[in-house]
């Protein structure tokens, strides 16, 4: 694919009398596409291996007795091809088809979504006869009929041309949509018992070159012809899938994959593409609220709120120092959001105390996250050809779905050896080479023995490793950050082997917040505070204390250290580890602002409340998990009275008496890009690196600029006999022995409650049910049904779900649903939990 | 030319199924002879031969055997095709029944020439007695040591497994076979690859029909001149001719390649049923365009037929008299090709659909003046356009009655009425046909949730 063709691997060929070469092993279809020849088509996808069921696209080829079609027949040297354009034997083959294919097509266009956009319509109208011949009986079948709850299927458009099922089978890997039955009866199909059950379901429907796959939420909502379509990039997740925005009277109606063959191909998620009913829900804040002396909220203009903010921030500050105010961001942000958020609390008030990291952190993927801010790689394209791939700490289809998608690519077309480290295997179970199980949280040790080399059970992956070289990856999910001493040990995995290395994060913005620096002793670029380059001169000023991170925040706001808390884009109430623990801060807290787009269960502690538009109305940029920057146009005006997050931010710093200089989200980006982003690649900076970068490498870093809560016992040593569940805890081994046989790992699900998913109703009923993952051996031991209700009992909680038993998990380990799915995992305590039955409650089967 | 027993041989036989029979009739000497042979030698033998496959495409055995690589590293498949499925066609089923172990020897020759382990014989699903008596044969020759581990004290290990069709004509086309075999459904595949280099299971695989593999022991024990003895020069070898409708006996018969079609008919069936004169016929199953009685003295070879203007096929000969009407024979092999179609490639599954409405109308006299041209038409828009065989076979009854016999069904169209000779036919020209489209049955699959 990125080889250069030579000469030799090049062959030359006529079409419609022009003369080309193409690489050897190209079909003619696409060969033609060069010339800038269409060839009509409906099955042809150039992402799905050939499979020429419709006949369309026939060819005459020189010397053959029967037209070909193009779209299955490689290229050969000296051939001569005729498309319709210049043989008649192609064009009476393609009229041919298409009357074929209108025979039992029901042309109801008129109420058809695909109306206005749809191949076969455009062909008929191009290739097409003006009149049926057929007065016979049309096939009939009852319509639409349900695929999932996002999806409808219109038997009679279908043209059978097996793309939806091609795309389940090969590109998404879930055989859940078929073809069944034969002759004129062929049609699309899921089975009885098993639920079509993918994340990507929303791709059949784009690709359905008729009206026959709908999806729900579109279904009759708009034409083609009274849309405008703008770029987008998805705001989900990190995989930065490049989005068609279409809208329509200021609503958006429907977002499509856009094609981007480096990122996300033509593919994307249905949490992506379904999931934008917030944009316009009822629970959208569109209006500045601002709590009154007698304690009741009233909405309030621009200025009174943001006077009101920047006079509490100030009061914090005056009362407590800069150090008593604390910014929690989430990890949705924009770049230049993100960035300008950083240089408020930085250069404004003058704190350190800032966090994107609203889940399980550690002190210690500090220097990892240093190293990889501001860089670019490894990418899609990288990791789709690494002969090898180290995953650890990530899964990979719930967390970033199109990097699932690729691996899954790389291991369909060149049987890419995927290594998983780790107790849970998940969706990559099907593709994996090998797993390299470890207990929860002691992930380190087979990493760092994958480093070294010489461990003699690990020869086979070491070996791979080495024949590799520096095109092997190493992928390492957030949540290693719950293993003591595996995120810092993945990364000297790449480093001592000279692999790539990314970390990848589940959100959109948690990339852009690395790079900006919104954790605590760091600055843009992965600059650690006490060496800021550059960022010392574009600022005013720096903070001379380091700061808390985000339990730290909370832990000091509850003690009543931290005065004013300022929540962008974040819910600590229901997402923070420790639910209690939030809430006793927000209620003992003096201050708190409240940034963001929708109503949720810290609004209710908001004493100012600032309306935020969401990705679709505003301009900005997102960073994929490589480090990409992509940036997105505004699509639709803003609800309400909203405002860009970093507008407010601007307006609340010149409340503050501090100008910064910026009037558009353009001189926001043009100041922060030369500081967050950083040239060569995350490995010369890694700690251990000779000759780092940017960061000069210093294993002591960490300890010289620790923050105040790294005082706290750190993971992997004793940690304190306390009721309250401490993240760094989650996973390591306590001496859990038989009152807490189970280590836990906690995987939040693609699709969940979150708020960023309301109103879309459809895509939530496609989600999957949270359950508890249990070895079969455990289940059966334990004598859990597949499917039956188990409590999970911890040090400090007890949460009932129910149990799906896989292989996909070690045995002694289980996986909990994550808080989007409804229960906080962290109200159990600590890292270990046993199960016990609960009476009453059948298995599924 | 005289008829032959070389395939049938055994026909007679009381016991020549059983292993005991079958060995006291001369059974097991191609195999004893093939045993000692270089494969390759084996392979050159069936090239020189000059046997051509039997399962209807008439490909020269010995090549596709040489086509095999013999150097991936996988295992080599051979998958004997008796799904026997093409309308008129039942020499397998025969031979199948009355000589198993002609078939078996025939594998373990084919098996140890092409360096195969192990092979599948896959078995139309409505032939049960012929496939009780493979199962009893193939488990006798395990019993026996002709099959399984060293055979005979060769070295030799060879394994054979005998799997019933579900019963769709297009899993007897070779690819379809082994995706069903794999246990898909049943749908031809793109080639290339070839199944000799990527078949079941992706492993280099050769598919070849009962009948050309039950011929490969004889070529073995007696020679490529013997075998060429008989037969044409590009058609060399005896063949079983399966002759069926209005003749007085009809069945299979074993001539060499080459006799014409009036000796087969008239000395080993007796001729057309008194009082009947040959109107029309199909000289190897309904996929094979039609001839009249013009063609009654053209040699059953592959090259005679073709120059023709039909195919050999599977040497199915299906005879029709004046009594028959050719619009109504057509419209029940169209009805058998809309109904089996696999639904794949658009012409086909659209094409058949249509063709079989528009000649039940016909025949139920609503047929109109351009009805003619578009059966025609269709039948060219599909014919080379299709994705398999299937499809091309479709047409060819259809286009060669009308060549032929295009005053019957305009007089159908025009006046209402078939030629008073014909005896209408029970069952097919019905007072409401027309009525048996699919979309009249209950959908099989009302809702998304199907079985
Ligand atoms: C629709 C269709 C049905 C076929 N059915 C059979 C069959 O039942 N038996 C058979 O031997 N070949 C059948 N064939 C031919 C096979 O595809 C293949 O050519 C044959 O098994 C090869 O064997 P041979 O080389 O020994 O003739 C069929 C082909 C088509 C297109
Ligand atoms: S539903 Fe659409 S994509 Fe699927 S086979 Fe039918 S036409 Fe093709
Ligand atoms: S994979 Fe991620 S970026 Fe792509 S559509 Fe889904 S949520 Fe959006
Ligand atoms: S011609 Fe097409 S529809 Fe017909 S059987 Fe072959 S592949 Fe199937
Ligand atoms: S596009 Fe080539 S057969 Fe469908």
Same mark, same amino acid.
Request: hydrophobic residues 40%.
């Given at each position: 694919m990125t080889d250069t063709a030579a000469p030799a691997d090049t062959v030359h060929l006529t079409i419609d009398g022009r003369e080309l070469d193409v690489p050897k092993g190209l079909l003619v279809i696409r060969a033609a596409e060069q010339l800038g020849i269409t060839i009509p088509r409906f099955c042809d996808h150039p992402l799905l291996d050939p499979v020429a069921a419709c006949r369309q696209c026939l060819v005459e080829v020189e010397g053959q007795r029967k037209p070909f079609t193009a779209c299955s027949t490689t290229c050969t040297d000296g051939m001569v091809v005729k498309t319709?354009?210049?043989?008649?034997?192609?064009?009476?083959?393609?009229?041919?088809?298409?009357?074929? $294919?209108?025979?039992?097509? *029901?042309?109801?266009?008129?109420?058809?979504?695909?109306?206005?956009?749809?191949?076969?319509?455009?062909?008929? $109208?191009?290739?097409?006869?003006?009149?049926?011949?057929?007065?016979?009986?049309? &096939?009939?079948?009852?319509?639409?009929?349900?695929?999932?709850?996002?999806?409808?299927?219109?038997?009679? @458009?279908?043209?059978?041309?097996?793309?939806?099922?091609?795309?389940?089978?090969?590109?998404?890997?879930?055989?859940?949509?078929?073809?069944?039955?034969?002759?004129?009866?062929?049609?699309?199909?899921?089975?009885? %018992?098993?639920?079509?059950?993918?994340?990507?379901?929303?791709?059949? #429907?784009?690709?359905?070159?008729?009206g026959a796959l709908t999806s729900t939420s579109y279904r009759f909502s708009a034409r083609p012809f009274d849309l405008r379509s703008l770029p987008g990039v998805c705001n989900q997740c990190s995989a930065g899938c490049n989005l068609r925005?279409?809208?329509? &009277?200021?609503?958006?109606?429907?977002?499509?994959?856009?094609?981007?063959?480096?990122?996300?191909?033509?593919?994307?998620?249905?949490?992506?593409?379904?999931?934008?009913? !917030?944009?316009?829900?009822?629970? @959208? $804040? &569109?209006?500045?609220?601002?709590?009154?002396?007698?304690?009741?909220?009233?909405?309030?203009?621009?200025?009174?709120?943001?006077?009101?903010?920047?006079?509490?921030?100030?009061?914090?500050?005056?009362?407590?120092?800069?150090?008593?105010?604390?910014v929690l961001t989430g990890g949705r942000l924009t770049d230049e959001d993100a960035y300008a958020v950083g240089r408020f609390a930085r250069d404004v008030v003058g704190t350190d105390n800032v966090d994107f990291r609203l889940r399980p952190r550690t002190d210690e993927?500090?220097?990892?996250?240093?190293?990889? =801010?501001?860089?670019?790689? *490894?990418? !899609?394209?990288?990791?789709?050809?690494?002969? #090898?791939?180290? #995953?650890?700490?990530?899964?990979?289809?719930?967390?970033?779905?199109?990097?699932?998608?690729?691996?899954?690519?790389?291991?369909?077309?060149?049987?890419?050896?995927?290594? #998983?480290?780790?107790?849970?295997?998940?969706?990559? /179970?099907?593709?994996?080479?090998?797993?390299?199980?470890?207990?929860?949280?002691?992930?380190?040790? @087979?990493?760092? =023995?994958?480093?070294?080399?010489?461990?003699?059970?690990?020869?086979?992956?070491? %070996?791979?490793?080495?024949?590799?070289?520096?095109?092997?990856?190493?992928?390492?999910?957030?949540?290693?950050?719950?293993?003591?001493?595996?995120? *810092?040990?993945?990364?000297?995995?790449? &480093?001592?082997?000279?692999?790539?290395?990314?970390?990848?994060?589940?959100?959109?913005?948690?990339?852009?917040?690395?790079?900006?620096?919104?954790?605590?002793?760091l600055l843009p670029g992965g600059r650690i505070a006490a060496e800021p380059g550059p960022v010392a001169d574009a600022w005013g000023r720096l903070p001379e204390q380091p700061g808390l991170d985000t339990r730290g925040m909370l832990e000091a706001a509850a003690a009543g250290e931290v005065r004013a808390l300022y929540l962008i884009g974040i819910d600590p109430v229901r997402d923070f580890e420790d639910p209690?623990?939030?809430? =006793?801060?927000?209620?003992?807290?003096?201050?708190?602002?409240?940034?963001?787009?929708?109503?949720?269960?810290?609004?209710?502690?908001?004493?100012?409340?600032?309306?935020?538009?969401?990705?679709?109305?505003?301009?900005?940029?997102?960073?994929?998990?490589?480090?990409?920057?992509?940036?997105?146009?505004?699509?639709?005006?803003?609800?309400?009275?909203?405002?860009?997050?970093?507008?407010?931010?601007?307006?609340?710093?010149?409340?503050?008496?501090?100008?910064?200089?910026?009037?558009?989200?353009?001189?926001?980006? @043009?100041?922060?890009?030369?500081?967050? /982003?950083?040239?060569?690649?995350?490995?010369?900076?890694?700690?251990?690196?000779?000759?780092?970068?940017?960061?000069? =490498?210093?294993?002591?870093?960490?300890?010289?600029?620790?923050?105040?809560?790294?005082?706290?016992?750190?993971?992997?040593?004793?940690?304190?006999?306390?009721?309250?569940?401490?993240?760094?805890?989650?996973?390591?081994?306590?001496?859990?022995?038989?009152?807490? *046989?189970?280590?836990?790992?906690?995987?939040? !699900?693609?699709v969940g409650d979150s708020t960023m998913l309301v109103g879309a109703k459809a895509l939530k009923e496609t989600a999957r049910r949270p359950a508890v993952w249990v070895h079969p051996a455990d289940a059966g031991r334990l004598g859990l049904a597949d499917g039956a209700e188990v409590a999970v009992v911890g040090s400090a909680g007890r949460l009932v779900w129910p149990v799906r038993a896989t292989s996909g998990v070690l045995q002694g380990c289980v996986v909990l649903p994550g808080n989007s799915s409804g229960q906080a995992p962290g109200l159990l305590g600590g890292s270990r939990v046993r199960l016990e039955p609960v009476a009453g409650t059948g298995g599924d089967e | 030319?005289?008829?032959?027993?070389?395939?049938?041989?055994?026909?007679?036989?009381?016991?020549?199924?059983?292993?005991?029979?079958? +060995?006291?009739?001369?059974?097991?000497?191609?195999?004893?002879?093939?045993?000692?042979?270089?494969?390759?030698?084996?392979?050159?033998?069936?090239?020189?031969?000059? +046997?051509?496959?039997?399962?209807?495409?008439?490909?020269?055995?010995?090549?596709?055997?040489?086509?095999?690589?013999?150097?991936?590293?996988?295992?080599?498949?051979?998958?004997?095709?008796?799904?026997?499925?093409?309308?008129?066609?039942?020499?397998?089923?025969?031979?199948?029944?009355?000589?198993?172990?002609?078939?078996?020897?025939?594998?373990?020759?084919?098996?140890?020439?092409?360096?195969?382990?192990?092979?599948?014989?896959?078995?139309?699903?409505?032939?049960?007695?012929?496939?009780?008596?493979?199962?009893?044969?193939?488990?006798?020759?395990?019993?026996?040591?002709?099959?399984?581990?060293?055979?005979?004290?060769?070295?030799?290990?060879?394994?054979?497994?005998?799997?019933?069709?579900?019963?769709?004509?297009i899993c007897g086309e070779e690819t379809a076979l082994l995706d069903a075999l794999e246990g898909r459904r049943g749908q031809p595949r793109l080639r290339p690859p070839f199944p000799a280099v990527a078949g079941l299971y992706a492993c280099p695989t050769v598919v070849n029909n009962v009948e050309t593999i039950a011929t490969v022991p004889h070529i073995i024990e007696l020679g490529a001149e013997w075998f060429r003895s008989m037969g044409t020069e590009k058609s060399p070898g005896p063949k079983l001719f399966c002759v069926s409708g209005e003749v007085v006996r009809p069945g299979n018969y074993e001539f060499p390649m080459g006799t014409p079609a009036r000796e087969i008919i008239e000395t080993a069936c007796g001729g057309m049923l008194p009082d009947r004169a040959l109107k029309f016929w199909a000289p190897g199953g309904s996929s094979t365009p039609l001839l009249t009685a013009e063609h009654y003295d053209v040699g059953m070879d592959f090259e005679s037929i073709s120059a023709a203007g039909s195919l050999l096929g599977t040497a199915a000969m299906m005879m029709f008299s004046d009594r028959t009407?050719?619009?109504?024979?057509?419209?029940?092999?169209?009805?058998?090709?809309?109904?089996?179609?696999?639904?794949?490639?658009?012409?086909?599954r659209e094409g058949t659909f249509w063709l079989a409405q528009i000649l039940e109308r016909i025949l139920d006299r609503r047929g109109r003046e351009q009805d003619i041209q578009i059966l025609d038409d269709l039948c060219d828009n599909i014919f080379g356009r299709a994705f398999c065989a299937l499809g091309d076979g479709a047409t060819s009854p259809i286009k060669s009655s009308i060549k032929y016999f295009r005053e019957e069904y305009v007089q159908l169209i025009e006046q209402g009425r078939l030629p008073d000779h014909i005896e209408p036919h029970a069952g097919v020209v019905t007072e409401n046909s027309g009525h048996h489209r699919p979309h009249s049955r209950p959908p099989a699959r009302a809702g998304a949730h199907a079985r």
């Open positions: 319709h354009l210049t043989s008649d034997v192609a064009r009476e083959g393609q009229e041919g088809q298409l009357e074929f $294919l209108l025979l039992n097509h *029901p042309l109801d266009c008129p109420q058809c979504d695909k109306g206005g956009e749809c191949p076969l319509q455009d062909q008929t $109208l191009a290739h097409g006869p003006g009149d049926s011949r057929m007065i016979d009986r049309k &096939r009939r079948f009852t319509k639409p009929v349900p695929i999932s709850a996002q999806v409808a299927l219109d038997r009679e @458009r279908c043209v059978l041309c097996a793309r939806c099922t091609r795309f389940s089978a090969e590109i998404s890997g879930d055989k859940f949509i078929e073809l069944f039955e034969r002759g004129a009866l062929e049609q699309v199909a899921i089975y009885e %018992d098993e639920p079509y059950e993918s994340y990507f379901s929303g791709n059949v #429907v784009q690709i359905c070159p008729v925005v279409d809208v329509r &009277r200021g609503e958006v109606q429907r977002l499509l994959a856009r094609d981007n063959m480096a990122v996300n191909e033509m593919w994307n998620c249905d949490k992506g593409r379904f999931g934008f009913e !917030y944009v316009a829900s009822a629970e @959208r $804040l &569109r209006q500045p609220v601002v709590r009154d002396e007698l304690g009741s909220m009233r909405p309030a203009t621009w200025l009174t709120a943001l006077r009101a903010a920047a006079g509490r921030i100030q009061a914090a500050v005056d009362a407590g120092g800069p150090a008593a105010v604390g993927e500090r220097d990892v996250l240093a190293a990889v =801010a501001g860089t670019l790689g *490894p990418t !899609y394209d990288e990791v789709e050809h690494a002969p #090898v791939v180290v #995953v650890a700490g990530l899964e990979t289809e719930e967390e970033v779905p199109i990097l699932h998608l690729r691996l899954r690519k790389a291991w369909r077309k060149h049987r890419q050896r995927i290594v #998983v480290v780790g107790p849970v295997i998940g969706s990559l /179970e099907e593709i994996a080479w090998r797993w390299i199980q470890t207990p929860a949280g002691e992930e380190s040790s @087979r990493l760092t =023995a994958l480093a070294s080399g010489g461990d003699a059970d690990l020869s086979e992956v070491t %070996d791979a490793l080495d024949e590799a070289g520096d095109r092997g990856v190493v992928l390492a999910g957030e949540r290693l950050a719950h293993s003591p001493g595996a995120l *810092p040990a993945a990364a000297e995995l790449a &480093r001592a082997r000279g692999l790539g290395f990314a970390w990848v994060p589940r959100r959109n913005g948690a990339r852009g917040a690395v790079d900006a620096g919104l954790l605590p002793g209690a623990l939030a809430q =006793a801060a927000l209620e003992r807290v003096d201050t708190v602002i409240v940034q963001d787009l929708l109503q949720n269960e810290t609004t209710r502690f908001a004493d100012v409340i600032l309306p935020a538009t969401a990705a679709q109305e505003r301009v900005g940029s997102f960073t994929t998990w490589e480090g990409r920057r992509q940036p997105f146009p505004q699509a639709v005006a803003p609800q309400g009275l909203a405002q860009q997050d970093w507008d407010i931010v601007r307006q609340l710093a010149r409340a503050l008496g501090s100008d910064l200089g910026w009037e558009t989200a353009n001189d926001v980006r @043009r100041e922060a890009a030369p500081l967050m /982003e950083v040239a060569g690649s995350a490995l010369s900076r890694l700690p251990g690196a000779q000759g780092g970068g940017v960061v000069p =490498a210093s294993p002591e870093r960490s300890g010289d600029d620790a923050p105040v809560s790294s005082e706290r016992p750190s993971a992997g040593h004793d940690a304190p006999a306390s009721s309250e569940p401490s993240p760094d805890s989650l996973s390591h081994q306590e001496a859990g022995g038989a009152e807490f *046989p189970f280590g836990v790992v906690v995987v939040d !699900y693609l | 030319m005289p008829e032959v027993q070389v395939l049938s041989q055994r026909y007679s036989l009381s016991d020549g199924h059983t292993l005991d029979g079958y +060995l006291r009739s001369g059974g097991m000497a191609g195999l004893r002879v093939a045993l000692d042979m270089a494969p390759a030698d084996i392979i050159t033998l069936v090239k020189d031969s000059g +046997l051509r496959g039997r399962g209807g495409a008439g490909f020269p055995t010995g090549v596709k055997w040489g086509f095999v690589p013999q150097d991936t590293g996988r295992p080599i498949y051979l998958v004997v095709n008796a799904d026997e499925g093409e309308p008129g066609t039942f020499k397998d089923r025969e031979l199948m029944e009355r000589d198993p172990f002609m078939l078996l020897e025939g594998m373990a020759i084919a098996a140890r020439a092409l360096g195969c382990a192990r092979s599948f014989i896959f078995i139309r699903g409505e032939y049960l007695w012929p496939g009780i008596r493979l199962e009893e044969a193939i488990a006798e020759a395990y019993t026996d040591g002709w099959l399984g581990k060293d055979i005979q004290g060769s070295g030799f290990d060879f394994d054979v497994t005998l799997h019933y069709a579900a019963g769709a004509y009407s050719v619009v109504d024979a057509v419209l029940n092999w169209t009805r058998f090709y809309e109904h089996e179609s696999c639904g794949k490639c658009t012409p086909c």
